[in-house]
């Protein structure tokens, strides 16, 4: 059920200004501006919810760590810059995993993380 609070409008509005994957800390930096007072802990439960009500999906990291974004509605792969840490979408994919997936196999999705610098860092 969805419930239209000022921390989720908060939370949702972190991931605009983002345009891109966030980490809990990342949303508490961008939303507290919009919701001062606002704590990991309120993080996490509208996280919780936001997923349920399909308004963001989880990106898995290696090593565990749950990134959050934007349905964008099309399959695209992730950057991550080993500089500042931050994760950036790559439009599309170009792959054709399909002829890699072995006899008998059934492929239900794939994801390629690219490693590497932003803009930013490369500087």
């Known amino acids: 059920m969805e419930r239209n609070t000022q921390q989720r409008q908060a939370i949702l509005k ?3 200004i983002a345009e891109r994957p966030l980490a809990v800390q990342e949303i508490l930096d961008l939303a507290q501006g919009d919701c ?3 704590g990991v802990a309120t993080i996490y439960r509208n996280l919780k919810a936001l997923v349920g009500d399909k308004k ?9 760590v749950a990134l959050y974004e934007l349905p964008g509605g099309h399959h695209h792969h992730h950057f991550s810059c080993s500089g500042c ?3 950036f979408d790559v439009d ?4 054709n995993v399909k002829n890699l997936v072995p006899n008998g196999f059934t492929l239900k999705r794939h994801e390629v993380l690219l490693y590497g610098f932003c803009d930013s860092c490369s500087r």
Do not use: N, S
């Open 36 to 38: 001062p007072g606002l």
């Open 14 to 16: 972190a991931f605009e």
């Open 92 to 95: 599309g994919c170009g792959l």
């Open 85 to 87: 840490q931050k994760v």
């Open 56 to 64: 963001l999906i989880v990106v898995d990291m290696p090593g565990g």
